[in-house]
């Protein structure tokens, strides 16, 4: 009878020897970046996207690791179910393969669980504008405030809470409708001016401004660019911005809880309308915030 019918035999062969790969513990592939030990969410990773990176490990466990050249800070899970880390690739990172570096220290001994990470294109818009000349070649007064107030970020930057100060899923910080602005390529008067690196909110004028979780303020005062704008710390070198301010009802280096005000929205700084700017910082990478608004945190802490 299987003489008669060669490509049963072909069949019963491939099932056997998927039989025998089972019972010696071979499974199918993960995707790439992923395994039992190591999970990143969202699996798929772009240019711009927050990333929540999980590592199955004990709670004496010691994890070092950085990626696309910035360290990863890692804390214990709620419920000891293991280690996270809230990274991300800035929105300029080149599409293609990226290397996540991860070592796991335990009394037991050290686990290298380093792997590929495959960054994906996210295909930001273009857009254009022609604006007054003020806007885009400041004079030399001008520049010595620019200037200024690159110092004021520097070192506002320059170092973060030791732990996470947030709990949670983030919040959008108005209740205004956003739009599809992050990572859009600025061309003011037939030149790229820039790449824009937060969300823009259309917020009319003295629109409550929320913190998004919690945090420590870590810088309220009025910027050239910027207006009035608001900085929170929420540990880990993870910060959000908030700019063009009609008023400001914070003071820096004061605590805020999720959804506490910050101040108003408003049209100060260089810009041509009332609106909120709110960007993500992740260790000097500027990342999509309505991706880490779609970020599930609640079980992590």
Known sequence: ???????????????????????????????????????????????????????EASGDAVISGDW??????????????????????????PAGPSTLRLVVHT???????????????????????????????????????????SQVKARVFASSAAHPLWVGSFHAPVGSAPTDSFGTRR?????LASIHKGMD??????????AGNGGTVVLARKLYYEGNCVIVDH??????????????????????????RLG???ATGRVTGPHLHWAVRWQGAYLDPAKLLRLNLAAVR
Request: neutral net charge.
């Open 1 to 55: 009878m299987l003489d008669a019918m060669p490509g049963c035999r072909f069949v019963f062969a491939r099932l056997l020897l998927l039989a025998l790969a089972l019972s010696a513990g071979i499974a199918a592939p993960l995707a790439r970046g992923q395994s039992a030990e190591v999970m990143l969410t969202p699996a798929a990773v772009e240019s711009g996207s927050p990333v929540l990176i999980h590592v």
């Open 68 to 93: 696309l050249g910035r360290k990863l800070e890692f804390f214990a899970a709620r419920g000891g179910s293991g280690w996270y880390a809230l990274a991300g690739a800035d929105v300029e990172t």
């Open 107 to 149: 009394g037991s001994g050290v686990r290298d669980l380093s792997r590929t990470v495959l960054i994906h294109a996210a295909h930001y818009r273009t857009g254009s504008l022609s604006v007054a000349p003020k806007f885009v070649e400041p004079g030399p007064e001008e520049l010595k405030l620019i200037e200024a107030d």
């Open 187 to 191: 061309m003011f008067n037939g030149k």
């Open 201 to 210: 909110f259309r917020a009319p004028t003295g629109t409550p401004v929320r």
């Open 235 to 260: 540990g880990l070198g993870l910060w959000t911005i908030s700019m063009h301010l009609s008023r400001i009802d914070v003071r820096e280096g004061q605590s805020v809880a999720q959804g506490e």
């Open 264 to 266: 108003l929205s408003g």
